[in-house]
């Protein structure tokens, strides 16, 4: 039984990998059908990082939704990265400059709307360790332009740092 679960589990995970994109609008290059004067995506506070967008993904969930999914349940999260944290969730930090480069934290809302509302069971931390392409590319240390972009992520509902959280990302950015 366990075999055809951890095989039915490769292959999902192989056909979310196939059918993953990465976008990050707002990029520095302009696309050439650009209009003279069209500014909405040179302002970087408006851009929207997409680790995934796979039509058969599932429902998209909420931070609180995805908080109160069953244990090792693949699921499709969107929320606003808040914070960053490393080891445990007693190191999250919610302000620049950020220290932890193992963990995004997702919120519902903003991280200045967060902050005002703070309920520690409305964060999910994402762990990006285990992709090292995820680590480099997303953590807010290297990246504090992230910080406060909304995202959508896949993954598998899991305890993380003892509370619940992403693990396991199933959609690796693609370039």
């Known amino acids: 039984m366990k075999k055809h679960l951890l095989s039915l589990l490769i292959l999902l995970t192989l056909g979310l990998y196939t059918g993953c994109q990465k976008t990050i609008t707002g990029a520095e290059e302009p696309e050439e059908e650009e209009t003279a004067g069209s500014d909405s995506n040179d302002n970087p506070d408006t ?11 599932g429902r998209v969930l909420t931070v609180v939704e995805a908080v ?7 699921i499709t999260v969107r929320g606003y990265i808040v914070g960053a944290t490393s080891r445990t969730m007693n190191n999250a930090k919610y302000m620049p400059p950020f220290e932890g480069r193992s ?8 991280p200045e709307e967060f902050m005002n509302s703070f309920v520690p069971d409305e964060e999910l931390p994402v762990c990006l360790t285990d992709f090292k392409q995820y680590q480099d ?11 406060g972009k909304r995202v959508t992520v896949i993954g598998v509902k899991s305890t993380y740092l003892s509370v619940p959280g992403l693990k396991n990302l199933l ?3 693609l370039e």
């Open 103 to 110: 963990a995004l934290i997702l919120a519902d809302l903003p």
């Open 47 to 57: 851009r929207e990082i997409e680790f995934v967008t796979p039509e058969d993904s």
């Open 68 to 74: 109160q999914a069953e244990l090792g349940e693949i």
């Open 137 to 147: 590319d997303y953590n807010l240390v290297d990246h504090p332009e992230y910080w």
């Open 171 to 173: 959609c690796p950015p």
